[in-house]
């Protein structure tokens, strides 16, 4: 077979020295067809086979943006040629692997030449090839085309990699944030369906190009007739980055790409032993963010100020709206006629969905929060910086990512961070992921969080401090006992985005925020609210039989006899509330809580928050409201009503253990249905299944043993 290796690489980089060096004499001139750009061909022997060998013009990018990067990706695309040699100049590596990457992104076989290497040697600096090699996953040898120094080893890994690709492609996965992400696998599944490039490349690239506004790319849309839904897609989310960061998507992807470098580079790839005096402002601040000892610190005091921030700057208009549910709900009681209808709307609707509205301004709060640490490119150092202690655990530095999205900063959503983990590349990394990253603090856990410290403890910003951090160690502590047991296998190196940093603007967090806040809204009028209308009928129906129904009345007429006035108000009063008790532990719902009461006992819940707990298995936002509901049922004189967590802590069953015990199952139980449907599209039913049981039982082992201990020996 002959091999055709193609020369790729900026102009000056030194392809043309090496092509001659490899060449010498046997070289054919000619044009690329219908452009006036030298096209050079060559045949040379490797292993006793020949190999055909064209050097590309220099090119920065594989972008259309000049005749001579048009026909250099148009050469890759159209003639597959079986390898690309990149030839860098290694004294400027960073810019010299921003057209490597773009290589990789295609996903042709690539391996990289360091040229130059006399050059970087006389500047005092070293290149460790071996951790550049393993971090980007492609072969990199060292060469001085000039003298043709390493020239043979290249050919020889040319054409052995060659061989061992065979013509398979394997695009690299950059994720360019997530507003541009999401528009990228929107327009890559349109792509895909309407075969536009179809078997040339990959789908996903063909829709970073058109981001880029690569204008071949678009015309070739335009023609396939998918142009105009891309067009639509990429004017969202162009408008979208203009609005949010005052830039577009082109300068996002560079920025992201460059970061992708950034954080290979960073990585002790380049040692130099003269000082360096040109930093770059990103690289100065991440001298101190991300220092060793520095940076570990800064960034736990950073989260910390933030959890402080959010309740105290929440918790004041959260009284506020809690008061008008409240005031809202006492209104609509009086006005309603006892039955049915007052109940469920009372009760089902404006406890279940006004408790999940009640934490709109924390949540906005902690998302603003989250949000300018993420716009501001800080989030992604924190991942960075975790690195080491992913590994450590069996996971991975784009782990971190998955985590963070899934609540590892409170107020995520377990369903976006299963499906950040597709940029993990490595299967087993990507499978401890997504059986982990339900365990963080998401969105749906923090009213829980809230409502128990309230109740409980004097310090909401410590308690919900210490909850996210149960959620790391215990992501932690599976995913090492999961990589050391059924998904064992090797860790593969860290590279991540690393983008500059850039000051956020107002109104694109407002926006970000926003979007965030207005889907858990969302969430709370259409979900939360059909699955509060079913617990709600869960707990009424069937309704106590007439038998008993009727001992109450008998009961109650009895006391009317012998006692008057407020003493009769307070026995009929306690009746009524017995009665409401034994309808609903008569309830379907009461029926099925009990049922597992003996069990649950063990961790101090009882039949009520049994309830609740199987209610959050729909949708985690609705712990809170059903205890509210239970708790309203079976509760007589709205006007008395105390908040939720003044009736948790006034109760006798509830003490600190139930809490703790409480907040630590509902952390780690089951990820809710949605998150398992995501989990089961993303590995498979296998292990969605597999997280529903083993995750519960883990919980439970836990939420026991610390109820156990601490009611026993603590109290
Ligand atoms: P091209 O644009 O990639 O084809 O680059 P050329 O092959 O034309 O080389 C650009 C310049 O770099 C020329 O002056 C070469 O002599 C010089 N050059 C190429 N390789 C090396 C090398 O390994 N070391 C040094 N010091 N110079 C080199
Ligand atoms: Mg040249």
């Not at 040379?44 to 990706?73: F, H, Q």
């Not at 065979?166 to 929107?186: K, N, Q, R, T, V």
């Not at 107020?411 to 990394?429: D, F, I, N, Y």
Request: charge should be neutral; aromatic fraction near 10%.
């Amino acid at each position: 077979m002959t091999i055709t290796a193609a020369l790729a690489g900026n102009p000056n980089a030194g392809k043309t020295t090496m092509f001659n060096s490899m060449t010498g004499a046997k070289q054919r001139v000619g044009n690329y067809p219908g452009v006036t750009v030298e096209k050079r061909e060559g045949t040379v022997t490797v292993n006793d086979n020949p190999m055909n060998i064209v050097d590309l013009p220099g090119t920065y990018s594989l972008t259309a943006y000049s005749p001579e990067e048009l026909v250099a990706r148009d050469f890759l695309i159209k003639e597959r040629p079986h390898i690309v040699m990149n030839v860098l100049d290694a004294t400027s590596l960073e810019r010299n692997l921003y057209l490597a990457v773009q290589l990789m992104e295609l996903g042709i076989p690539t391996i990289l030449a360091l040229n130059m290497m006399d050059a970087v040697k006389k500047q005092g600096k070293e290149i460790d090839r071996k951790k550049l090699s393993e971090l980007l996953n492609v072969p990199v040898i060292e060469t001085i085309a000039r003298s043709g120094k390493g020239k043979k080893e290249l050919l020889n890994e040319a054409y052995n990699y060659a061989k061992e690709k065979d013509g398979a492609w394997e695009p690299l996965h950059i994720s360019y944030g997530s507003d541009l992400d999401e528009a990228i696998d929107e327009m890559t599944e349109f792509i895909v369906e309407s075969g536009l490039l179809k078997n040339q490349c990959p789908a996903r690239w063909v829709a970073i190009k058109f981001l880029e506004e690569d204008e071949q790319i678009i015309d070739l849309a335009m023609e396939n007739g998918v142009g105009n839904k891309l067009t639509e897609i990429s004017d969202k989310v162009s408008k979208h980055c203009y609005d949010t960061f005052k830039t577009y998507p082109e300068a996002l992807i560079a920025d992201y790409r460059y970061g992708y470098i950034a954080s290979v580079v960073k990585q002790g790839v380049i040692k130099s032993n003269t000082p360096e005096n040109r930093i770059e402002f990103s690289d100065k601040i991440d001298k101190v963010l991300t220092h060793r000892f520095a940076g570990p610190v800064l960034m736990l005091a950073i989260l910390y100020s933030m959890f402080y921030l959010t309740f105290s700057l929440g918790e004041i208009p959260m009284g506020w709206l809690e008061s008008f549910f409240e005031w809202f709900a006492v209104t609509i009681g009086n006005i309603l006629p006892d039955g049915l209808v007052k109940s469920l709307i009372v009760d089902g609707i404006i406890g279940g969905v006004g408790g999940v509205l009640g934490f709109v301004p924390l949540i906005i709060v902690m998302f603003s929060m989250i949000t300018f640490l993420e716009d501001s490119g800080y989030m992604a150092r924190m991942a960075y910086m975790l690195d080491r202690v992913m590994r450590t655990f069996g996971l991975h530095g784009s782990s971190v990512m998955p985590f963070i999205v899934s609540g590892g900063i409170p107020g995520g959503c377990a369903v976006p961070g299963v499906m950040a983990a597709r940029t993990l590349r490595s299967e087993k990394e990507k499978l401890a992921t997504i059986l982990t990253a339900p365990f963080m603090s998401c969105g749906a856990k923090v009213p829980v969080v809230i409502l128990l410290a309230a109740a409980f403890f004097d310090n909401s910003a410590i308690v919900m401090f210490w909850t996210t951090l149960g959620g790391w160690v215990a992501a932690f502590i599976v995913a090492r006992i999961l990589r050391s047991t059924i998904i064992r296998g090797e860790a593969t190196p860290f590279v991540m985005e690393l983008p500059p940093y850039r000051m956020p603007t107002l109104l694109g967090v407002f926006i970000h925020t926003w979007e965030r806040a207005w889907q858990y809204i969302k969430k709370a009028g259409t979900v939360i609210l059909a699955i509060s209308v079913i617990i709600w009928a869960a707990m009424t129906f069937p309704g106590l039989p007439q038998d008993d129904i009727k001992s109450f009345e008998d009961q109650r007429v009895t006391l009317k006899l012998s006692y008057q006035g407020k003493i009769l108000d307070e026995k009929i009063l306690e009746i009524n509330n017995l009665e409401n008790q034994a309808a609903l532990r008569y309830s379907i719902a009461g029926k099925i809580g009990s049922s597992f009461e003996p069990l649950t006992k063990l961790a101090g819940f009882d039949w009520r928050t049994n309830i609740a707990l199987l209610g959050g298995f729909a949708a985690k936002e609705v712990i809170v409201s059903s205890l509210g509901t239970s708790y309203a049922i079976g509760e007589v004189d709205a006007e008395e009503s105390s908040g939720l967590s003044m009736k948790l802590k006034n109760d006798p069953s509830w003490n600190k253990f139930t809490a703790i015990a409480l907040l630590i199952f509902v952390l780690l139980y089951a990820p809710c249905f949605v998150t398992v449907v995501v989990m089961a599209k993303e590995a498979s039913w296998k292990w969605a299944l597999f997280s529903i049981v083993f995750n519960t039982t883990f919980a439970f082992t836990i939420s026991a043993s610390v109820y156990q201990i601490g009611t026993k020996f603590l109290m």
